[in-house]
């Protein structure tokens, strides 16, 4: 939760006295505004007068002495300039005539250029086919001689690839037949092995010593003639493979070698077919020109020409530009003359008061003092126009301020406790009383069991003492600010005195929540409420006050039953009964806190006395996760119930294989059942341990008989208090709890 703003006393006071001084404030800069106002009201006539009076009667004598001088100068300018359009036009004659003569000598010129750029154009084809058909020749030549070599490397790599193929035929039938040789020596050598004890048992030999070695000789020298043989093949092979090799090497030098000869040829070829196409685009005169003369004549003749011919065109683009800047100073010259008479034509009517002085210096000198006179005037209207400008500053700055101030003003005013605190008190005091009471309230519901002793003294006195401060002082604003401030530190005692509590965190949180984000220093608030002096009270007037109310709330609840009976719900009657004697007798035991219990007799009776709201039931079933007297428990539930399954399990089948053994396992099965009835006895007795018991029980009971009972008109309700505690001097028990109530010591503020 965000931190509590805190504003002490001298905070306070700043913040008053800030909004205190903002009006003197607002009049010293508004009283700063007067007097440049004032100053603006008599400058801007002034202004406004010379202008129209001065400035203008003079602006206009301005005007029409320039237009007398200008009505006087113009046409010799005019002059002027017509005589520099007719110079201009009579150049551009002469240079025109001369660019014409230029290009009359320029034409020849370029006829020669032409003629001479052709025949050496001819040269040069005639010279690349001469120097073309010779390489060309040698690349065809060259292709003619390897191709048939490519060709006779063809069939060569085939014979030798076929050559290689039967090698490899042979050498393979030999390896298979030598393979068979030895598996056939090596079956008669283990046949032989195998044998051998039974040949002196024979009575008949069949096979000599002498014919078994030439046997043996002829397969030795047989088995050398092949192994000879297929050495001979391999090699054979092998000589034969690095001829291939060497072949296809040569073959591919060849292709690469043809490859090369037919892309020059056909690079070849498309300059011949270029150089034809070019020397086909002259007739046979040109090309007989060109025979008839040397390459280097005709090269020093066209260097000659195109000297020529650059000089030439050099001076016709120099001429053209000179016809073109002559053009352009003609047509700015006739633009100004039309300009000038424009001029004329519209200040004739401005020189018309000076039409009679024909003078220019008379005309220039008056001219001269009119301008000094322009400038004196002009220069008063710059010296008004700063002081208008000066005070209107002035005046931006003092509205500026003023806006400054209000916005101060606004920004304090945003400041809403303060604002509420200062000029509404009241506002504060009665948020903060509902807020104490509704968050202590709650407080009270959601925690109604095992609260210290201090807390519910707190809670005992909290109805009373609000009201004794809401009437210790009158009700004015300043009164009802010294209210609040009071209100805030019996807020704070609140938590001084129940600091070292075990609930105090708890209790705290709801007390902070009640005094909300914004609050006064708690020195401050202390001290105001500690001028009270109310009594406190103490441990043993708890414990009475607490022992009457029970004792009351007790009467209560038997009356509302005995009402409930006379409208024939016996069986919340019953309960009900059942109910106030388990309370009575866990009070005379302690096993309780008498708070929790008096607050269950409240709620019972109000529950009693109108039994099917549904929000009375609600508000009574909070209480039962309070009270742990017979409290259920779902673990012992759960162990119970496995252990009962496991017992009834453990039985189910000792009886089961007695009956199917006709009583033969009974030494076995007999002791099985006697487990099993113990462990359900067992779970049965732990089921029921977890089961609601004592007071809790009787609490959910009667709440579930109010649920079932049927709606009846309300005759009588308990009234619904804050707490289990009716303050001092309010509710119908007021007296019961602290006898003769709180006198206070301190005398009224």
Known sequence: MEERRIYNEEAINNWKALLDNIPERIEYWQHLRINPRAKLAELKPELAALEVLKIAPTHVKLESLQAQIDVLKIPAQMTILQQKCDDLQNQMKELEDDLQNLSAKLMPVNVEWAELTALIAIKDAQLCIETLNPQLMAHQNQLAFLQPQLISSYSAIQAAQEQSLELQRRLAILENEDAVDRMHHEHERYHHHHHHHQEHCEVRVCVTPGDRLLANLGDVVGDMYRSSAIAGLKNECQILHSKLAQQKQH????????????????????????????????????KDSASQEGYISLRARLAACSNLKTSLEEQRYSIQNKINKNRQDNNFSQSQIENLQSKLNNIRSLAQPYSDNNNIQDLQTKLRKEKIIQGNFQAEKDRLKREISYHIAEIAKAESNIQDIKSQEASLLSNHFLVKLWFYPAYLFNHLVQSLKSHLEDYDNNYPANQSAE?????????????????????????????????????????????????????????????????????????????????????????????????????????????????????????????????????????????????????????????????????????????????????????????????????????????????????????????????????????????????????????????????????????????????????????????GGIQPSAPSL
Do not use: W
């Not at 030098?253 to 077919?273: C, D, G, P, V, W």
């Not at 202390?526 to 103490?538: F, G, I, R, T």
């Not at 008096?598 to 019972?604: D, E």
């Not at 309070?626 to 039985?651: I, P, Y």
């Open 251 to 286: 073959q591919n030098y060849l292709q690469a070698e043809i490859h090369r000869h037919q892309h020059e040829t056909s690079t070849l070829q498309n300059k011949m077919t270029y150089a034809v196409n070019q020397l086909n685009c002259y007739d046979k005169k040109q």
């Open 455 to 739: 807390v519910r003294i707190c809670l005992m006195q909290l109805n009373e003492k609000i009201a004794y401060i809401e009437n210790s002082v009158l009700d004015d604003v300043g009164a009802m600010r010294i209210k609040y401030y009071q209100l805030v530190g019996f807020a704070h005692s609140m938590l001084q005195k129940c600091e070292a509590t075990s609930d105090y965190i708890l209790f705290a949180e709801k007390i902070k929540l009640a005094l909300g984000d914004n609050t006064l220093e708690a020195v401050n608030a202390l001290s105001e409420y500690n001028k009270l002096h109310l009594p406190e009270m103490s441990v043993q007037e708890l414990y009475e006050n607490e022992e009457l109310l029970f004792s009351h709330m007790k009467n209560e609840f038997d009356g509302a039953l005995e009402n409930v009976k006379a409208k024939g719900f016996l069986e919340i009657h019953r309960i009900g009964c059942d109910l106030s004697r388990i309370i009575e007798s866990k009070h005379s035991s302690s096993e309780l806190d008498s708070k929790y219990l008096i607050t269950t007799l409240k709620k019972a009776d109000a529950l009693a006395r109108d039994h099917s709201n549904k929000e009375l039931q609600q508000d009574f079933k909070n209480l039962l996760p309070h009270n742990k007297d017979g409290k259920s428990s779902r673990c012992k539930k759960l162990l119970g119930a496995l252990t009962l399954f496991l017992g009834a399990a453990m039985t189910g089948v000792c009886v089961a294989a007695k009956f199917m053994t006709f009583g033969l396992s009974a030494p076995l099965t007999t002791p099985g059942i006697i487990v099993g009835s113990a462990l359900m006895l067992t779970g049965l007795g732990i089921f029921r341990s977890g089961m609601r018991k004592g007071s809790s029980k009787q609490m959910s009971n009667f709440v579930k008989a109010a649920e079932r009972g049927k709606q009846t008109p309300i005759t009588e309700k308990s009234p619904m208090l804050f707490s289990p505690y009716t303050p001092v001097s309010h509710g119908r028990y007021s007296e019961l709890y602290i006898p």
